[in-house]
């Protein structure tokens, strides 16, 4: 199997989980609003988005292949899971902001174990010596962490704003909710489609790729070593 496509199955089951647990945890605090939408299932095609599930990773890909010679990297979103904040309780405790960042935290949460789960999964591919399975699994962790990473960004919709919509003080909150318009198209701007006009010019300004670049391996090594892979000093 193609390396594109490994990548495309690991993003395919980042992303579907990765919204398939907002759904769980609101339903878990009495929101039932995404299993009325049939949103709590592992079927792919209820939870594509033209957009964030296709448009976007076929964007990133053609400009990686015509910049770069190849996929380093690929991005993209499910159709965010629809939840009532007005549902939410624990017990008798009803704060739809606090609850909501919750919800939030969910997703990248389920990132982070994904990857955990791909790291002991290693093993069993070690065992079977399949080297395919071993880099579907590279690619798995990979993928998680920086879903994972990329979403506790603090700027709405990502699930870091809403997280930080929940947690800070009022006025704050509000002033930051209300970014959430412009949010997902600043980041990808900034952080996607500017980095690959300005390469065309001969400008590096690549802000993601750096960050990436230092925290990404950081996390890796913690995952690997966490799964018992031995990685040593690497």
């Not at 292949?65 to 690929?74: D, E, K, P």
């Not at 017990?91 to 609850?99: A, K, S």
């Not at 900034?190 to 391996?217: K, T, Y």
Request: charge should be positive; charged fraction near 10%.
């Amino acid at each position: 199997m193609p390396h594109f496509l490994l990548i495309i199955i690991a993003l395919a089951i980042a992303i579907i989980l990765h919204e398939l647990a907002h759904g769980v945890v609101a339903y878990w605090m009495g929101d039932h609003t995404a299993r009325w939408a049939g949103r709590l299932t592992l079927n792919p095609l209820k939870h594509i988005d033209r957009t964030g599930s296709i448009m976007v990773p076929l964007i990133l890909a053609a400009g990686q292949i015509l910049t770069l010679g190849r996929v380093a990297f690929l991005y993209g979103w499910a159709k965010p899971v629809p939840v009532n904040p007005v549902n939410l309780r624990i017990r008798e405790y009803r704060n739809p902001r606090r609850l909501m960042a919750i919800v939030a935290v969910a997703g990248p949460v389920t990132n982070f174990l994904l990857a955990l789960a791909g790291g002991f999964a290693i093993h069993g591919a070690e065992a079977m010596q399949s080297i395919r399975l071993i880099d579907f699994l590279a690619y798995f962790i990979q993928i998680n962490l920086l879903l994972g990473l990329f979403n506790l960004i603090p700027l709405p919709p990502m699930d870091g704003g809403r997280i930080a919509v929940g947690v800070l003080p009022l006025p704050l909150a509000i002033k930051l909710a209300q970014a959430e318009k412009i949010g997902i198209a600043a980041v990808l701007l900034v952080l996607f489609v500017l980095p690959l006009a300005l390469a065309q010019l001969g400008i590096r300004f690549d802000p993601f790729r750096e960050v990436v670049g230092l925290v990404l391996p950081a996390a890796e090594h913690v995952v690997l070593v966490l799964t018992g892979n031995g990685v040593g000093n690497n």
